[in-house]
């Protein structure tokens, strides 16, 4: 079945730093399935952070951006500068299928920042 | 809006007895889902209607239920609660159709089995 890999945390970081949370895929359902980033706030749901469904093509949102790399099979999440309100927990998923099936979650990731 | 609501945010429940989940959401999505969540694991999907179609994943298919009177709500139940149930119980909702598997999700409900 479909499985993602995503860096183990907790992570932490200083406030300004850079922060790149790796995620890779392995898709049987589909060759080309749709990738996501999801984030939890704390006290808060799961919510979209940001998504790409064409292979080559790069996502952002809140300063946050992440490439579908279709031969490494990778779709890693990276930002030049945290700020103590990016502490949440991240989450990397694809699409089961481009209908609606529901998504494959990695196991998520959780990122600490310090002032 | 897109709010997706569950209730209650907390639930107690013995081993043996009987659980009802509920979920609504009020932006006409087609397709409403069911994850489980627990510590150290990733959300595990048990369940989506897709409009009045229920689809159960294999593994789960005897563990739980689920009804979806109308558009708006969906319900996940559990017939009889064994301490293996305590999690987080995550509800979602979709437009369904190509490329619109953007998943929208409650807080969700945390269910203890004791």
């Known amino acids: 079945g479909d499985s993602v890999t995503q860096t183990e945390g907790p992570v932490t970081v200083s406030e300004s730093e850079s922060l790149i949370i790796n995620c890779t895929y392995s898709?049987?359902?589909?060759?080309?399935?749709?990738l996501f980033w999801y984030v939890r706030y704390p006290g808060e749901g799961l919510q979209l952070l940001l998504k790409?469904?064409?292979?080559?093509q790069k996502g952002s949102s809140r300063g946050f951006e992440a490439t579908y790399n279709k031969e490494t099979t990778s779709f890693h999440l990276q930002k030049a500068s945290v700020q103590e309100s990016d502490s949440a927990v991240y989450y990397c998923?694809?699409?089961?299928?481009?209908?609606?099936?529901?998504?494959?979650f990695g196991l998520g990731t959780r990122v600490s920042v310090f002032p | 809006d897109t709010t997706v609501k569950q209730n209650p945010r907390y639930k107690l429940a013995r081993v043996g007895k009987p659980v009802n989940l509920i979920c609504s959401q009020t932006?006409?999505?087609?397709?409403m889902y069911w994850y489980q969540k627990k510590p150290n694991q990733a959300p595990k999907l048990l369940l989506f209607?897709?409009?009045?179609?229920?689809?159960r994943e294999a593994d789960t298919f005897e563990k739980f239920q689920s009804s979806r009177p109308n558009n708006s709500f969906c319900s996940l139940y559990i017939g009889s609660a064994g301490l293996e149930y305590s999690a987080m119980y995550l509800c979602?909702?979709?437009?369904?159709?190509?490329?619109?598997?953007?998943?929208?999700f409650g807080a969700g409900t945390r269910l203890s089995v004791l």
């Open positions: 932006m006409n999505h087609d397709t």
């Open positions: 898709a049987t359902s589909i060759a080309y399935p749709n």
């Open positions: 209607y897709y409009d009045k179609i229920l689809n």
């Open positions: 979602a909702s979709s437009r369904g159709g190509p490329s619109q598997n953007t998943l929208y």
């Open positions: 790409v469904i064409t292979a080559g």
């Open positions: 998923a694809l699409g089961r299928n481009n209908y609606a099936q529901g998504l494959t």
